[in-house]
Every structure is written in structure tokens, then in C-alpha cells.
């Protein structure tokens, strides 16, 4: 995880001099995805845009719609909290599953996943600021049919982990 850290720092200073575009915000969750053993299309990058956060990926999420401020979405409280959090029993929790039925398959002949196979069991959402104010969220989750099917429960170093990288990736934003 320590590699990833200088990883993402170089990658962020590339993309600060045009912000955090589509395109590279694709090579940051490749990054965030290899660092944490999960899919690429697991790891969410929101942007704060006016009153909405604004997905920059999975790039098919971006045009699919804006979170809300004033929703009780997990992105949303991360950011009106300012608190990092990890939720491992996420189909427990009361949130909207719209983005979750969205095919966020790439690779032409790839298996789409079945509807029990995109949800999301386990969810980790850390605010990215910058200057003391929410600039985005960050959110790795880990999909599967059932909690074991998604793989392993996210652990606290994880969670300090990604806060971490979220911090050197803020001047992206």
C-alpha cells in the first residue's frame, strides 16, 4: 500500500494543471483498484460540483446523474461530515441502489454480471479536501451476491489507508 502513496502523489500532480477529467480519473481508480484488490468499476471518484456531487468514475456514472447535497446518499453524509467511514454490511444500510443496476461493463464478449452480482456488500467513503473544504469523495466498495461472495471485510488501517491517498490526491480536484 506504502508504493501507492507516491504513485497516486505523481499522478494528481499531473492532472492539477487541467483538474480531474474523465481521463484521468480512469488511471486513478486503476490505481486505487490494484491498491486495494478490487475491480476498477468498485472504486467511485465524486466530484463536489454546486449543490450535487458529480461522478468522474466509472466515467458511464457521470452522465447517468448528480447526487444531491440534500440526499441521504453514503457520499453525501461522508461529505457534509467530513469523516472517513467504512460500512461492511452495506446492503443493511438504507441507500438508493440506482448506480449499483447501471452496467459499468467495458471490455466488448466480457460477462456481465448478474443483478445479485453488482451489489455492493462493502463500502469504504473518505472526503477529499482541500483548503479545509470538501472538494469530492472517494468510495471503494467490494460487489458480489452475498458478503462472503464480495470478498473480505475493509479494516480500519484500509480505511486510514485511503484517507491518506485522498489527502494527496486533493489538489487534483
Not at 138 to 158: L, N, S, V
Request: proline share 5%; with cysteine; net charge positive.
Amino acid at each position: 500500500m506504502a508504493a501507492s502513496t507516491p504513485v497516486l502523489a505523481q499522478l494528481a500532480s499531473e492532472c492539477e494543471r487541467e483538474g480531474l477529467t474523465i481521463a484521468n480519473g480512469e488511471k486513478i481508480a486503476a490505481e486505487l483498484a490494484r491498491s486495494f484488490g478490487v475491480k476498477q468499476e468498485e472504486v467511485g471518484i465524486l466530484r463536489l460540483e454546486k449543490d450535487n456531487l458529480v461522478f468522474v468514475h466509472p466515467p458511464k456514472l457521470h452522465n447517468v446523474g448528480r447526487i444531491p447535497l440534500n440526499s441521504t446518499a453514503v457520499a453525501v453524509h461522508t461529505a457534509h461530515s467530513k469523516k472517513a467511514e467504512i460500512i461492511n454490511n452495506f446492503t443493511r444500510t438504507r441507500h438508493a441502489s440506482f448506480f449499483e443496476m447501471v452496467d459499468l461493463s467495458s471490455t466488448p464478449g466480457e460477462k456481465k454480471p448478474s443483478k445479485a452480482e453488482k451489489i455492493i456488500q462493502k463500502l469504504m467513503s473518505v472526503p477529499v479536501i482541500a483548503a479545509n473544504q470538501v472538494v469530492g469523495v472517494i468510495q471503494i466498495c467490494r460487489k458480489g451476491a452475498t458478503p462472503d461472495a464480495a470478498g473480505a471485510d475493509f479494516t480500519p488501517i484500509e480505511l486510514q489507508n485511503l484517507s491518506s491517498l485522498a489527502a494527496a490526491l486533493a489538489k487534483c480536484f
